[in-house]
């Protein structure tokens, strides 16, 4: 029989033995490291857009494109190529987005010059010109947006954004016409412009004409 003494010694042991096991699982190394905290984010960490804001442009992770002529106008150069090599879904994905990147630019100047006006009409005035480029650009991509859809046989994509054209430019200007000819040539209008006869002499509209919001992706 054990006697109370050695009994409790043996309970003192044990204890001291589990409290050295507990205190080394705690000091090592894959224990340390498993409890570390993860590191702050550096303050200049790049942070995601978020996707529900529609003022702002969205690069997608294939082209990085930005909000930029240069970033549109490389867009446009995308496209070029993908349609000389029939690869009509490329050029349609890279011509939406170059005309969103030209239309917010374009919205986002004249915003800035409304907010000039009367305070600096130099700024004003710099920051108007830089919409109505834009605009022009931006007409420019939908025009190549509607004829790769015609391409594609697909009329009923091409006939709305031809209008809008139509309506941004005006009939009587180069791409206004050229987007009427592509109405005519669709059979959604039926008469020709210019008519046969017809000097050709109208009074023409001396910008594109830039968007008061967003113009919706096609």
Excluded: W
């Excluded at 697909?154 to 430019?169: D, G, H, R, T, Y």
Aim: charged residues 15%.
């Amino acid at each position: 029989m054990i006697s109370a003494g050695t009994q409790r010694f043996l309970y003192h042991s044990c204890i001291t033995l589990f409290s050295a096991i507990a205190a080394m699982t705690l000091l090592s190394p894959s224990y340390v490291q498993a409890q570390t905290p993860p590191a702050p984010a550096t303050p200049n960490q790049a942070q995601p857009i978020d996707p529900k804001n529609p003022n702002i442009i969205q690069p997608s992770a294939q082209n990085n494109s930005v909000l930029s002529v240069a970033g549109g106008q490389r867009l446009m150069s995308e496209a070029s190529s993908a349609i000389s090599s029939q690869n009509y879904d490329t050029a349609v994905k890279k011509l939406q987005e170059a005309r969103q990147v030209f239309n917010q630019m374009s919205n986002f100047y004249q915003q800035l010059a409304g907010n000039f006006q009367g305070i600096d009409n130099r700024i004003a005035d710099s920051q108007r010109k830089k919409a109505l480029d834009t605009a022009q650009m931006r007409d420019d991509a939908t025009y190549q947006l509607a004829l790769v859809h015609r391409a594609q046989n697909k009329p009923e994509l091409a006939v709305p954004l031809l209008v809008q054209i139509v309506n941004s430019q005006n009939p009587t200007r180069d791409l206004g016409k050229k987007a009427y000819q592509q109405l005519f040539e669709l059979g959604f209008v039926d008469a020709p412009f210019p008519r046969t006869g017809d000097t050709g002499n109208a009074p023409q509209r001396s910008e594109a004409k830039p968007p008061e919001q967003s113009t919706p992706k096609q």
